[in-house]
């Protein structure tokens, strides 16, 4: 696996912890040779993950679709930036150009690429790891509705299980390295940090 898709929110967040966790996903995403894709922005959480990518010398590609946003926002210190028509061409040519994928914290945006990721994946559109950074439990009540849809009979229990969570931007990374996509189980137990 060498690219990273990265969901994040546009906005920092009110906790300085979304931030300095962006930041270092971003770092050790570069310090092992993985390549960023991320959503092209220089603003929020969006632009600390790639700005910590490239502070380590990491290729970043931002991926935004043509006119949406103002030129202001758009992150023109990354690797590679590609203009896109609209945001659904935005999420295919970002999932096309990865490996696996990391939900930072972040807002509606964040939850609907993060939910279509999950949905193909239940239904074989894909076989990639799938990450939660649940940054100070940031994503605790999400984790709590996923098990409420499995309990509630919604879901089988396996497909709870295609989200893996960390709090720790490299101890998640390692755990969803060790991904097997047959099930979509790891060899480890999660990480604990």
């Known amino acids: 696996m060498k690219r990273v898709c990265v969901f994040a929110g546009s906005n920092m967040g009110l906790n300085p912890e979304y931030a300095k966790q962006a930041r270092e996903l971003g770092r050790v995403i570069a310090m092992n040779g993985f390549h960023l894709v991320y959503g092209g922005s220089k603003l929020g959480l969006m632009g600390e993950v790639a700005n910590g990518a490239l502070e380590q010398g990491g290729h970043v590609t931002g991926v935004m679709p043509r006119g949406l946003f103002k030129e202001e926002i758009a992150h023109r210190g990354v690797t590679d930036f590609i203009e896109v028509a609209d945001m659904h061409e935005r999420k295919a040519k970002m999932s096309e150009l ?24 239940q239904i074989g559109i894909h076989k990639k790891p799938i990450g939660l950074l649940n940054v100070e439990g940031y994503y605790d009540p999400l984790l709590q509705l ?3 849809t499995v309990n509630s009979g919604f879901m089988p229990r396996v497909h709870g299980q295609y989200v893996m ?29």
């Not at 914290?105 to 193909?120: A, K, M, Q, R, S």
């Not at 709090?167 to 060899?187: A, H, Q, R, T, V």
């Open 98 to 121: 990865s490996d696996m994928y990391v939900a930072l914290p972040g807002g509606y945006g964040t939850f609907e690429e993060l939910f279509e990721v999950i949905c193909w994946a």
């Open 165 to 193: 969570q960390g709090s720790n931007p490299k101890c998640l990374l390692e755990y969803m390295l060790d991904f097997i996509p047959e099930g979509y189980k790891s060899k480890r137990v999660p990480p604990a940090g």
């Open 146 to 148: 996923i098990e409420h």
